[in-house]
């Protein structure tokens, strides 16, 4: 299994509304491509102050390797990953994917 970790640094102008439609294109791709078998999503809620700016985030519960690449390469997931970059601080510097295989 693979968890692919995202941390998310939005904009301060994005509006909550905004984050979850970002995060409904992301949560319908579940059952759409073969392997990706769960998301979430949420805020960070740790008291520990080093979260680097990064206040938001997900994890998609994806069966393999092979899944997650499928996931990756997705159209629908590129569309909705524009849209994530263009709300984030400073576009991909506010985005930080981490894989970990379990």
Not at 65 to 77: F, S, W
Request: proline share 3%; charged share 30%; hydrophobic share 40%.
């Amino acid at each position: 299994m693979i968890r692919h970790i995202v941390l998310i640094n939005f904009r301060d102008d994005v509006s909550e509304e905004h984050k979850l439609e970002i995060y409904a294109e992301l949560r319908a791709l579940v059952g759409q491509i073969d392997g990706l078998d769960g998301a979430q999503f949420g805020r960070n809620v740790s008291p520990e102050g080093l979260s680097k700016g990064f206040r938001d985030g997900f994890v998609m519960e994806l069966r393999d390797a092979e899944a997650r690449d499928r996931y990756l390469a997705d159209p629908r997931h590129q569309a909705a990953g524009r849209k994530l970059v263009a709300a984030c601080e400073g576009g991909l510097e506010g985005v930080l994917p981490f894989d970990m295989e379990l």
